[in-house]
């Protein structure tokens, strides 16, 4: 005697499969997320990009490339908190001939907390002049200020 499986099984089977495909697929896009794009490092944005990305490396001759000579002879460095767990999203920009504004979203992520992990986001601004032809940063987020060694300024 032939039985055949009852209609509930093979719904059973075609949700379990649904299931496991988007597991699977979620699984992949997770996994082959890269690193943010580049941007042109001849442009503000390109520039506050390089920049936050020394400051959080922690890379003292990188940053002073960066900064015009008042904002490095100038500096005053406040308390500011690890820059480990912190991520600097563009909001916009605003260009002018001879100057420009960065404005980027600071997310700082903290896994500790009774419900999991949380988040902390605010936005503040770049400003940024155009020297020689290059744009150097006048001005950075207190959160992304390093003032570098004097021996390493231009």
Known sequence: MHTTPAPKDRTLILILSIIGVLVLVSLVVVFTRGAP????????EGVVQAYSAAVIDGDEAAVAAFLTEDAAVGCSQGERGPTDNLRVVLVSTTVRPDSADVIVSLVTSYDDGPFGASEYEFESNFDLVRVDGDWLIAQAPWELTICPNPTLTK
């Open 37 to 44: 794009e580049t941007l042109d490092p001849t442009t503000p």
